[in-house]
């Protein structure tokens, strides 16, 4: 961390993008015009595009022009109007090239006429009145007529009967244009209900049988149901003994109802070696602290079936770094036992002995063992829960005394719901994480206490590649009755301050040396693409803390700090570079630039 003690400092990086961007691409979008829509506005039209206008101001101003991305932008209205009822719809587009070598795109739209669908009918069902298709479909006459979507509709449909044992159903549809309205007739052939004769399985060399048997949701006998044969196929293959899965059904003749089911696996190898080099927030070395971006290598081997069982067992290795400390490297080594079922039920387990030695203003060592639960990760949400008993070695502040060894336990509960469109890099949608713990402690006059802790993240496109990214972050620790917080050793407390929390501060000891039992941290995020692989990003960060700072009367009081500043971002394979610059706007540091490189965003 470098400190520059003058203002100008902002203004010295605000200029040097903007010189850096009069010197990009010499063919720029300047404007965007749209011309024959009347069914939908320009903004709306223009947030579909990948080509963009070029801000007003300069530092956001080069777009540079793409023949390609336009061509795309083009079939992209194109099935926009249809997916609207706009079938007979046409874009084209012309390109004026303006005095200073920038271009000024023409966009034309013919929308034509807008189709609804009229008269639906329903043939051939009888497992199913037409009510309950039209309802299971979605459509109603006057609706826009969208070939697409209606597809999409059937396809769920036969997924429905499927599942009701209709192995062959097939549904058929068919359009008629009259005088701009859709007459739409649905032809079901509903055909026998199957069940599931024998199941075969395929490529199974060294694993038993058992293993993947358990997996499966359906047997010998059962109503064919493709929901069931889908949700085998995703267990067989979170089992972790298969790297490829395929479950295919089969009528056994014309005559009979039933189906027979192929499983063809192949099985993951025995032993592997990864080596994985990448960028990562890992946890603070201390309780309450904010992660740390750090630029981490690792090696594991991995070795499958242990004693032929489900088992796997794995040894990793793992050195990082962060560049505000470049001196002090961190080691870690763990030794893992993957179980997918536990005590008969399908709940994954792991069984963690660990060794974690991290470097902060006061050197933190923890050894232990860790036994933890967890849901199969799903797209959307992750649910875990552990327990773990672990040793810590350092100098361990408990006020005026410092402890220079422990025996601590802790019991954790976390739940991720992560609705974003793409993890490492949101531009749309919301993160929620909500982390409750008890923390038992062995240390002399140290006493029990719980945690809670909540963050929420949400993420909103500006333009056509911009992100509005803000997230608000509270935390809570307290004792149980009978306990006194100021036996609370230094690294329990919260801190704030760093390149992941308020950036006008360099780490927590520099915001508030001693501490918080109740934390608030609000961030505010605008990130804009420049040209090539940079990028830029506008920030606020506030937040408070109530800490501990009388240590005869134990008094607590609330400190709050804020700042805001600009960044410049390198896009790489493994993730974002940051290079921050945060003016703190209260405290003793007020007006005095604080510089961060860090890896990834802030959140």
């Known amino acids: 961390m470098h400190t520059i003690t003058n203002r100008s400092a902002l203004l010295i990086i605000f200029f040097s993008f903007t010189s850096l961007l009069a010197q990009t691409e010499s063919l720029s979008v300047e404007k965007i015009i749209i011309n024959g829509n009347e069914a939908f506005a320009d903004t709306q039209l223009k947030g579909l595009l990948k080509t963009e206008e070029s801000g007003l101001l300069p530092f956001f101003r080069s777009r540079p022009f793409s023949r390609r991305a336009l061509r795309y932008d083009e079939i992209t209205l194109e099935a926009f109007y249809a997916s609207r009822g706009y079938l007979e719809c046409q874009v084209s587009d012309s390109i004026v090239v303006n005095p200073n070598g920038n271009v000024t795109i023409y966009i034309t739209i013919d929308e034509g006429i807008q189709f609804h669908l009229g008269e639906i009918t329903v043939t051939g069902n009888r497992l199913f009145s037409d009510e309950e298709i039209q309802d299971i479909l979605g459509i109603h006459e006057d609706d826009p007529y969208s070939p697409g979507m209606i597809n999409d509709r059937v396809n769920a449909l036969r997924n429905i009967y499927e599942d009701r044992g209709k192995f062959t159903i097939d549904i058929q549809q068919e359009a008629v244009d009259i005088n701009e309205e859709i007459k739409l007739q649905f032809l079901i052939s509903e055909g026998s209900t199957y069940t599931i004769g024998q199941i075969f399985l395929e490529g199974i060399e ?4 058992k293993y993947l048997w358990r997996e499966l949701l359906f047997k010998p ?14 267990r067989i293959y979170e089992s972790g003994l298969f790297r490829s899965v395929e479950i295919i059904p089969a009528r056994r003749s014309e005559q009979d109802d039933i189906a027979d089911i192929t499983i063809r696996i192949r ?29 981490a290598a690792a090696g594991q081997w991995w070795h499958s079936r242990v004693l032929n069982t489900s088992i796997r067992s794995g040894i990793t290795l793992e050195t990082s770094l962060t560049l505000e400390d470049l001196s002090s ?12 079922w536990s005590f008969g039920i399908r709940v994954p387990s792991t069984i963690k002995f660990f060794s974690d030695y991290r470097t902060v203003k006061n050197l933190v060592w923890r050894n232990g063992v860790e036994l933890s639960f967890h849901s199969r990760e799903r797209r959307r949400y992750h649910l875990r829960g552990g327990i773990a008993w672990f040793f810590v070695k350092g100098d361990l502040v408990v006020l005026d005394t410092v402890q220079t060894e422990g025996l601590e336990r802790r019991i954790e509960l976390d739940y991720l719901f992560q609705g974003v469109d793409y993890i490492p890099a949101p531009k749309k949608g919301t993160i929620i994480q909500v982390t409750p713990s008890f923390h038992g402690t062995f240390i002399k006059d140290a006493p029990y206490y719980y945690k809670i802790e909540l963050d929420i993240r949400r993420y909103h496109p500006v333009g056509a590649r911009g992100v509005l990214a803000y997230r608000a972050k509270g935390s809570y620790l307290d004792v149980l009755p009978g306990g006194a917080k100021d036996k609370l050793t230094r690294l329990h407390l919260f801190d704030l301050g760093g390149s992941t929390s308020l950036r006008g501060w360099s780490g927590g000891g520099d915001f508030w040396e001693a501490g918080g039992v109740i934390k608030g941290l609000v961030n505010l995020e605008l990130r804009m693409p420049l040209f090539w692989i940079l990028g830029a990003e506008l920030f606020f960060d506030a937040g408070l803390l109530k800490g501990l700072d009388d240590v005869e009367t134990s008094g607590f009081s609330w400190v709050s700090g804020w700042d805001g500043g600009i960044g410049l971002l390198i896009s790489t394979p493994l993730g974002p570079i940051r290079f921050d610059m945060a003016l703190p706007l209260s405290g003793a540091m ?14």
């Open 329 to 340: 490297p961190n080691y870690s080594a763990a030794w893992d036992f993957l179980m997918p």
């Open 590 to 603: 007020a007006d005095k630039p604080v510089t961060h490189v860090a890896f990834l965003y802030t959140f």
């Open 267 to 295: 099985e993951l190898e025995r032993r592997s070696l990864d080596l994985t080099f990448d960028f990562r927030q890992e946890p603070s070395p201390a309780e309450g602290g904010e992660p740390n971006t750090a630029l």
């Open 206 to 209: 060294t694993v038993p049988e």
């Open 221 to 234: 006998g059962d109503l064919y149901n493709r929901t069931k044969l889908v949700k085998s196929h995703q």
